[in-house]
Nanobody, 124 residues
Framework: VQLQASGGGLVQPGGSLRLSCAVS????????VGWLRQAPGKEREPVAS????????SYPDSVKGRFAISRDTAKNTVTLQMNSLKPEDTAVYYC??????????????????WGQGTQVTVSS
């Protein structure tokens, strides 16, 4: 399974950004897809996850109500819509996938497949 993330950039506080992840190479293996982020000097943390087929997204409290994950299994894409962005959302964002179907938000150690990161910077 290969994942290719895109859509990062510079945005002002309060702004919005949409990240996309193209998934290829055996999507039948996938149970869960997610987005995680890593800020300088910090551990990688999950920001959203969703089952590949059916189900709804899960989020940590830090982004709940501001971020929304969705997937399109026909186009093999995963999207993260980020609204009301804050400077503390600045990080490298990664998309990830795993064969297991997760219940709720899961940590970075859960995922077997990773895309390259895309930088998101929230600054005025």
């Amino acid at each position: 399974v290969q994942l290719q993330a895109s859509g990062g950039g510079l945005v002002q506080p309060g702004g919005s950004l949409r990240l996309s992840c193209a998934v290829s190479g055996g999507t039948f293996r996938i149970g869960t897809v997610g987005w995680l982020r890593q800020a300088p000097g910090k551990e990688r943390e999950p920001v959203a996850s969703i089952p590949w087929r059916g189900g709804i997204g899960s989020y940590p409290d830090s982004v709940k109500g501001r971020f929304a994950i969705s997937r399109d299994t026909a186009k093999n894409t995963v999207t993260l819509q980020m609204n009301s962005l804050k400077p503390e959302d600045t990080a490298v964002y990664y998309c990830a996938a795993d064969p297991r179907r997760a219940v709720g938000i899961v940590s970075s150690s859960y995922y077997d497949y990773w895309g390259q990161g895309t930088q998101v910077t929230v600054s005025s």
